[in-house]
């Protein structure tokens, strides 16, 4: 039994890790990292042909988006995790892959014109449709018999509809040991869902640690907040633009923008408009409302139960095509503006940061985490300009935060987690936040409460069995030149996937091939496997 760790080690996106158990090569999660880089990540020590199974805590794109990257590398495993983690991946894994060719073509448009070499996207969307064909889903509290040796078990952790601790039962060798994957630890109190659920036992734990180095503080009165925010915006003439997280976060909104209409709380503008300008949010809002029973919190169920959908309301407006974004800041009545993405990396959001941010009347409101190095991060600590589709944008609206609205547990809602085990596991992870905060909470684990906590670097593999270090990985900042290599590398990935798809196409191509092009088709076959190892 060994655990590898490759992605989300003193940083907060990428989250991956590697698992070998009873003969069987298990990833936990499969995560895109988003914004710089701070330090590089392993590659999956193996063949991606030979995992077995991926387990995958929630459908973020930091935990799930480089499955089809792992697909058109030739893995065919299957994939285990909740149905609305299951429902929710298959539209996030479609738009993260048509997001990789909308900016292939882009960028490949400048190349030619600079003479410059083709960008290859990360994958295709090809191979989002071919790796959601592997999820295999379950309920919450749910036992599976994964195979010999091997049990799961997935509780609601109340970060995301869906999301979920995994316990990974292992007995091998007449050793047997669990380890439990946190996944993201939610907080307490959040609309729709359910506060976290706590595990009992485990023999080792890897735990995030996002917000382990602060207080959200006291529950803030989102609704009186929000409220003010868009009283004083729209009595200034301006526009709120909100840039939300598609999945999770906009229908958080959604149910706070509800009440606030619900009770006119925005006097003389009751009637304002509400945009969600993402096709995303829109397909994630309709899952939402299809998956109620076991996933919504009371409160929530008693309004459905009253007929009372917690995320509609009148004067809410979807914009599904691009014409219909384009229109919004046509509009010059206040509105909020909801859009995703919610770091202001992609997407729709940009071009209403165009069109808003210069003007004084505006408010750009953050309502969730903005990882180092994105745009809205800059935003946050106070750029004076940016840089938006080439053209220099001043910053001139008003950027506020919604304190305190997180989907991540802070320091004591980690803590109350963790002490939940009715004994300290023989070690702990700490995994999933920025390099400060990852050390800090780390050290509060040793010298306040007594855990064997370490904080490990990606590559950093331990025996499970004898609890022992047996590769120590090393801090590695992640460097243009490592950037490029990996470009280069994910580049012959898509070469390798095409040699293997062209020998699925003369396979099945009854007619017969000519003989020269299954030769070299063969060729290609045999090089990617070398390479793959």
């Given at each position: 039994?060994?655990?590898?760790?490759?992605?989300?080690?003193?940083?907060?996106?990428?989250?991956?890790f590697?698992?070998?158990?009873?003969?069987?090569?298990i990833?936990?999660?499969?995560?895109l990292?988003?914004?710089?880089?701070?330090?590089?990540?392993q590659?999956?020590?193996?063949?991606?042909?030979e995992?077995?199974?991926?387990?995958?805590?929630?459908?973020?794109?930091?935990?799930s988006?480089?499955?089809?990257?792992?697909?058109?590398?030739?893995?065919?495993?299957?994939?285990?995790?909740?149905?609305?983690?299951?429902?929710?991946?298959?539209?996030?894994?479609r738009?993260?892959?048509?997001i990789?060719?909308?900016?292939?073509?882009?960028?490949?448009?400048?190349?030619?014109?600079?003479?410059?070499e083709?960008?290859?996207?990360?994958?295709?969307?090809?191979?989002?449709?071919?790796v959601?064909?592997?999820?295999?889903?379950?309920?919450?509290g749910?036992?599976?018999?994964?195979c010999?040796?091997?049990?799961?078990?997935?509780?609601?952790?109340?970060?995301l509809l869906?999301?979920?601790?995994?316990?990974?039962?292992m007995?091998?060798?007449?050793?047997?040991?669990?380890?439990?994957?946190s996944?993201?630890?939610?907080?307490?109190?959040q609309?729709?869902?359910?506060?976290?659920?706590?595990?009992?036992?485990?023999?080792?734990?890897?735990?995030?640690?996002?917000?382990?180095?602060?207080s959200?503080g006291?529950?803030?009165?989102y609704v009186?907040?929000l409220?003010?925010?868009?009283?004083?915006?729209?009595?200034r003439?301006?526009?709120?633009?909100?840039?939300?997280?598609?999945?999770?976060r906009?229908?958080?909104?959604?149910?706070f923008?509800?009440?606030?209409?619900?009770?006119?709380?925005?006097?003389?503008?009751?009637?304002?408009?509400?945009?969600?300008?993402?096709?995303?949010?829109?397909?994630?809002?309709?899952?939402?409302?299809?998956?109620?029973?076991?996933?919504f919190?009371?409160?929530?169920l008693q309004?459905?139960s009253?007929?009372?959908?917690?995320?509609?309301?009148?004067g809410?407006?979807?914009?599904?095509?691009s014409?219909?974004s384009?229109?919004?800041n046509?509009?010059?009545?206040?509105k909020?503006i909801?859009?995703?993405?919610?770091?202001?990396?992609?997407?729709?959001?940009?071009?209403?940061?165009k069109?808003?941010?210069w003007?004084?009347?505006?408010?750009v409101?953050?309502v969730?985490?903005?990882?180092?190095?994105?745009?809205?991060?800059?935003?946050?600590?106070?750029?004076?300009?940016?840089?938006?589709?080439?053209?220099?944008?001043?910053?001139?609206?008003?950027i506020?935060?919604?304190?305190?609205i997180?989907?991540?547990?802070d320091?004591?809602?980690?803590?109350?987690?963790?002490?939940?085990?009715e004994?300290?596991p023989?070690?702990?992870?700490?995994?999933?936040?920025?390099?400060?905060?990852?050390?800090a909470?780390?050290?509060?684990?040793?010298a306040?409460?007594?855990?064997?906590?370490?904080?490990?670097y990606?590559?950093?593999?331990?025996?499970l069995?004898?609890?022992?270090?047996?590769?120590?990985?090393?801090?590695t900042?992640?460097?243009?030149?490592?950037a490029?290599?990996?470009?280069?590398s994910?580049?012959f990935?898509?070469?390798?996937?095409?040699?293997?798809r062209?020998?699925?196409?003369?396979?099945?191509?009854?007619?017969?091939?000519?003989?020269?092009?299954?030769?070299?088709?063969?060729?290609?076959?045999?090089?990617?496997?070398?390479?793959?190892?």
């Amino acid at each position: 039994m060994q655990l590898t760790f490759l992605g989300a080690t003193h940083e907060v996106t990428g989250s991956c890790f590697y698992l070998e158990a009873c003969g069987k090569h298990i990833l936990i999660d499969c995560g895109l990292e988003q914004g710089p880089d701070e330090y590089q990540n392993q590659e999956i020590p193996v063949s991606v042909s030979e995992i077995d199974y991926v387990l995958l805590t929630h459908a973020h794109i930091d935990h799930s988006g480089r499955l089809p990257l792992l697909y058109g590398r030739g893995f065919r495993g299957e994939i285990h995790t909740t149905g609305a983690t299951a429902d929710l991946c298959d539209i996030m894994l479609r738009d993260s892959a048509h997001i990789q060719m909308f900016e292939a073509e882009w960028r490949n448009r400048k190349a030619k014109r600079a003479g410059r070499e083709e960008y290859v996207p990360l994958y295709d969307m090809e191979d989002a449709v071919g790796v959601l064909k592997l999820f295999r889903s379950y309920e919450y509290g749910e036992i599976i018999h994964l195979c010999e040796g091997i049990r799961i078990r997935f509780t609601d952790v109340g970060h995301l509809l869906g999301s979920a601790s995994i316990e990974v039962w292992m007995e091998e060798d007449g050793a047997s040991k669990k380890i439990v994957f946190s996944g993201d630890i939610g907080n307490f109190n959040q609309p729709l869902i359910r506060d976290p659920q706590y595990i009992k036992d485990a023999d080792y734990v890897v735990m995030e640690s996002t917000y382990g180095d602060r207080s959200h503080g006291s529950p803030p009165d989102y609704v009186t907040e929000l409220s003010h925010i868009i009283q004083t915006t729209f009595d200034r003439g301006g526009n709120v633009v909100i840039p939300s997280f598609a999945v999770g976060r906009t229908q958080e909104l959604l149910y706070f923008l509800r009440i606030i209409k619900e009770k006119g709380l925005v006097k003389g503008h009751e009637n304002f408009p509400v945009y969600v300008d993402s096709p995303l949010a829109v397909e994630a809002t309709n899952i939402f409302n299809e998956n109620v029973q076991g996933y919504f919190d009371e409160e929530a169920l008693q309004l459905v139960s009253q007929g009372i959908n917690p995320i509609a309301f009148d004067g809410l407006n979807v914009s599904v095509t691009s014409d219909e974004s384009k229109a919004i800041n046509f509009d010059k009545k206040p509105k909020v503006i909801l859009s995703a993405s919610g770091m202001c990396e992609a997407g729709r959001i940009k071009h209403h940061l165009k069109h808003n941010l210069w003007r004084p009347e505006c408010t750009v409101l953050f309502v969730g985490y903005q990882a180092l190095g994105t745009l809205g991060r800059a935003l946050q600590e106070g750029a004076q300009t940016v840089k938006l589709f080439g053209e220099t944008i001043e910053v001139r609206a008003h950027i506020e935060r919604l304190e305190g609205i997180s989907g991540h547990a802070d320091k004591q809602g980690l803590l109350h987690w963790l002490q939940a085990f009715e004994k300290h596991p023989q070690r702990v992870f700490v995994v999933h936040g920025e390099n400060g905060v990852c050390e800090a909470f780390t050290e509060c684990l040793r010298a306040e409460y007594h855990y064997d906590a370490v904080a490990p670097y990606s590559g950093t593999s331990y025996d499970l069995i004898k609890n022992i270090c047996i590769n120590e990985g090393v801090k590695t900042p992640a460097h243009k030149e490592k950037a490029a290599a990996q470009r280069s590398s994910d580049m012959f990935a898509r070469l390798m996937a095409a040699g293997k798809r062209l020998m699925t196409v003369i396979g099945h191509n009854e007619g017969g091939a000519n003989k020269d092009l299954a030769k070299f088709a063969d060729q290609i076959h045999s090089l990617c496997d070398k390479w793959d190892r």
